[in-house]
C-alpha cells in the first residue's frame, strides 16, 4: 500500500452506531467517575456500595447494544472470521504476565489493530478480547464490564489517530508508541476508579469516602493510584512501547495485507454467467 492509497475499513459506523457508542460512552463516563459527581447528601452517596453493581448491570447491556449496532453497520463474515482471530490472539496473550508488573503484552496487539482496522471495529475487538480473555483466566466480576468498556476506548482510540491513509514507518511507530505509553495509564487510572468505590472507607484513609467532599476524595483517590497501580500501569506503559516499537513493523504489514486480501468494503458479486445446457 502507498501513502495515496485509502487504507480499508473492516467496519464503516453510520449514524446508528455511532449514536449507541456516544450514549454507551456517556453512560461509562458517569459510571466510572460518579465517587466525584454525586454529592454527599444525594441518594447515589447513600448506596456507595451498591452503585458499582448498578453501573457494571447497565454498561454489560449497553456494551452488547454498542457491538450489535456496530455489527448491523457492516461487520461482515471477514470481518467477524479477523475479529475472532484477533480476539482470541489477545486473550491468550494476557495471561502470558499475569498482570505481574503490568506485564500485559495484549495492549500492543489493541493498539496496531485498532490503527489498522478502524475506531468501530478496535471498540468491538477491545471489548470482546477482554471477554474472552476474562472466561479465560477466570476474572469474571463486577470489575468486567468496565474492562470491557475501557478496553473498547483502547482500542478504538488508536483507531482515531491522524494519518491512517499516509503515516507510515518511523513516524507511525513512534506515534502508535507515544499513544501506547499514555492509554496505558489511562486505562489504569478508569479501571481504578472503577475499583476504588468497593473499598470500605474504615479500611483505609486513600478508599472512597461517600461522606467526604470532591477535593477530598480526589485526594484520596490520587493517593490510592500511587499507592496501588502506579507500578503496573508504568509496566503496562513501558511493555507496550517496546512491543510497538520492536513487533510493530511486522505485526503492522501483517495486518494490512490481511486487510486488503480480505478486501472488506469490496462488494460481494455473484456470477451470472448463462449455464451451459446439456445437450437432449
Not at 457508542?21 to 456517556?26: P, Q, Y
Request: contains cysteine; aromatic residues 10%.
Amino acid at each position: 500500500m502507498t501513502g495515496a492509497q485509502r487504507q480499508a475499513r473492516a467496519v464503516r459506523m453510520g449514524p446508528r452506531s455511532l449514536a449507541a457508542l456516544a450514549l454507551v460512552s456517556a453512560v461509562g463516563v458517569v459510571g466510572f467517575t460518579w465517587p466525584f459527581l454525586a454529592p454527599p447528601t444525594s441518594q447515589l452517596s447513600t448506596h456507595a456500595q451498591d452503585a458499582p453493581w448498578l453501573f457494571a448491570g447497565l454498561l454489560v447491556l449497553l456494551v452488547a447494544v454498542v457491538a450489535a449496532a456496530i455489527s448491523e453497520s457492516g461487520l461482515g463474515p471477514k470481518a467477524v472470521a479477523m475479529l475472532g482471530v484477533l480476539a482470541a490472539t489477545g486473550a491468550a496473550l494476557r495471561p502470558i504476565g499475569a498482570g505481574t508488573a503490568g506485564i500485559e503484552p495484549m495492549f500492543f496487539l489493541m493498539v496496531l489493530s485498532g490503527r489498522v482496522l478502524g475506531p468501530g471495529f478496535g471498540f468491538v475487538l477491545g471489548s470482546v478480547t477482554m471477554f474472552a480473555s476474562a472466561l479465560l483466566t477466570g476474572g469474571v466480576g463486577p470489575w468486567l464490564p468496565f474492562q470491557m468498556l475501557a478496553m473498547g476506548w483502547f482500542a478504538m482510540g488508536a483507531g482515531l489517530l491522524p494519518g491512517p491513509d499516509r503515516l507510515r514507518g518511523r513516524t507511525e511507530l513512534v506515534m502508535l508508541a507515544g499513544y501506547g505509553f499514555l492509554a496505558a495509564f489511562a486505562y489504569g487510572t478508569v479501571m481504578n476508579m472503577a475499583g476504588w468505590p468497593f473499598m470500605s472507607a474504615l479500611a483505609s484513609n486513600v478508599a472512597f469516602d461517600p461522606q467526604a467532599a470532591v477535593p477530598a476524595n480526589l485526594a484520596r483517590f490520587l493517593a490510592y493510584c500511587l499507592a496501588t497501580s502506579l507500578g503496573w500501569d508504568l509496566g503496562r506503559a513501558v511493555v507496550t512501547v517496546v512491543l510497538t516499537l520492536t513487533l510493530g513493523p511486522a505485526v503492522l504489514r501483517a495486518l494490512r495485507r490481511a486487510t486488503r486480501r480480505a478486501a472488506f468494503e469490496t462488494p460481494v458479486t455473484f456470477d451470472t454467467s448463462p449455464t451451459v445446457r446439456r445437450p437432449t
